[in-house]
């Protein structure tokens, strides 16, 4: 199956660190677009960053970089999501979504969307 | 780079068709056909029904429509139906971070 399965919902304290990760199957890992989207309580959708698996490219929103470090390992067809200091206000859901699904070619239309993993930090 | 501009509800009864705008810049829409439509139920990842514009991706009814003009891309859900009610996202290239912009999102409701 074509899919993204993100790894489990994570309850974490301010400080602390984290990487989540999102597992792609069914289609050409290394030669697609993967992104990270965050969605925090009752709020709409943010573009965080996306990497390239191939080369590891990878492309920050400005509202974002510096604050989460996104890589991907290609062997393993795995993306993931880093922070090295956790804060409250990083408490949403984070989605990955992939170019991997079969209708897109390209610009930013991503037809692969993992579960979610919801992020819960406490202060 | 802002979040491209949508209202924030919809509402239409059934059968009825809808459209919801999404206004965006040159840097985006408007330099670009690169804009795609997502929708949202609670409690669920979003799904793509448009992309390119008006291209719509296997297995999405042909109820939707998506269209540009300008600096403002416009999606239709024409023969509305109450499984159509969630939460509808535009979603452009932009030039500017090379990433994609999200629109603020719009709730449609059907009456």
């Known amino acids: 199956d074509v899919q993204l399965v993100q790894s489990g919902a994570e309850v974490k304290k301010a400080g602390e660190s984290l990487k989540m990760s999102c597992k792609a199957s069914?289609?050409?890992?290394?030669?697609?677009?993967i992104g990270w989207v965050r969605q925090m309580p009752g709020k709409g959708l943010e573009w965080m960053g996306i990497i390239w698996p191939g080369d590891s490219e990878t492309r920050y929103s400005p509202s974002f970089r510096g604050q989460v470090t996104i890589s991907a390992d290609p062997s393993i067809y795995t993306a993931y999501l880093h922070w090295s200091s956790l804060k409250a206000s990083d408490t949403a859901i984070y989605y990955c979504?992939?170019?991997?699904?079969?209708?897109?070619?390209?610009?930013?239309?991503?037809?692969?969307w993992g579960q979610g993993t919801v992020l819960t930090v406490s202060s | 780079q802002s979040a491209l501009a949508q209202p924030a509800s919809v509402s239409g009864s059934p059968g009825q068709s809808i459209t919801i705008p999404c206004a965006g810049t040159?840097?985006?829409?408007?330099?670009?056909?690169?804009v795609s439509w997502f929708q949202q139920h609670p409690g669920k990842a979003p799904k793509l029904i448009i992309f390119d514009v008006s291209n719509r991706p296997s297995g999405i009814s042909h109820r939707f429509s998506g269209s540009k003009s300008g600096n403002t891309a416009s999606l239709t859900i024409s023969g509305l139906q109450p499984e159509d009610e969630a939460n509808y996202y535009c979603?452009?290239?932009?030039?500017?971070?090379?990433?994609?912009?999200f629109g603020t999102g719009t709730t449609v409701t059907v009456l």
């Open positions: 979504a992939s170019q991997g699904g079969g209708d897109c070619s390209g610009g930013s239309c991503y037809d692969l």
């Open positions: 979603n452009s290239y932009s030039g500017s971070t090379t990433l994609g912009v």
């Open positions: 040159a840097n985006d829409i408007g330099g670009y056909d690169y």
């Open positions: 069914g289609y050409n890992f290394a030669n697609h677009w």
